[in-house]
């Protein structure tokens, strides 16, 4: 695989980093990138595109927060994500693409469309992060210290980062609520994608609470990125959704009347819930002719 020798932000070389950051899954036909969700690598994902890989040729691309370290920048932007998805674009497509995106990589996926259409084929978005303008707003306006007592913040913050085994981490996931709709097969790939061996012993999250509290606190404002959209999209809601609320829902059909909307069997965590009817949803769009 090659790639254009394209500069980050942060000074790395995009191809000398293009094998670690972009994963490529497999399987054959339209050529999809995979943007995974805030905290989720896309090892999390293995039965979605297991459902995906006889239609489509799948590369995933890991987010920053995946590159190894663990403070993100004092004032995150969620551009510096897009920045790095058009580069891996540009390197590995001569075509124009399908972007999939779950959550915070739902939003990624659409800012990188609204920049560069000409390099979509379309965007799959499932259950992305769109935020209560209320909460975007204040998230700018507030101070770092209040920002991090934020719930959804104080809640990534407070994460557990270690555990003695990944059996460990397996069987802590397991009394969640937030991982109750997972099978065993789907937490045992979001554990063994999310945590590495740490350097004293044991396992730790690879994806720390500190950029996953920054990510949340960066969001950007829905309205005026879904209102300029030009390309084909489906937009898939998880049933019972915490994330993506009703009423933000019900004006994203506003905003782009032209999009197709599905809400599928799940919460927010539809994808690694019920794998085969986002896969079935997405390939039903995407062949409809």
Known sequence: MSCASTTLGTGELWSSMVDRVLEKIGGQGAPLLFAHANGYPPGSYRELFMHLEDHFEIDALEHRPLWGGREPPRRLRWQLFVDDLLSAMEGRYSQPVWLMGHSMGGVIAALAARQ???????LILLDPVFLPDRFVIAARLMSEK????MPMLRRALSRPEHFESHAAAFEFYRGKRAFKG???DALSHYVLASKAPAPGGGVQLRYSGAWEAAVYGSAPSAR??????RVPTLAMRGQDSDTLRPEIWA???????????LEIPGGHLFPLETPQATAHAAIKYVFAD
């Open 182 to 184: 997972l099978s065993d």
């Open 224 to 229: 005026p990125l879904m209102k300029r959209m």
């Open 116 to 122: 560069r259409p000409e390099k979509i084929a379309g």
């Open 146 to 149: 209040k920002r991090q007592q």
């Open 251 to 261: 004006r994203w059909q506003h905003w782009q009347p032209q999009a197709r909307f």
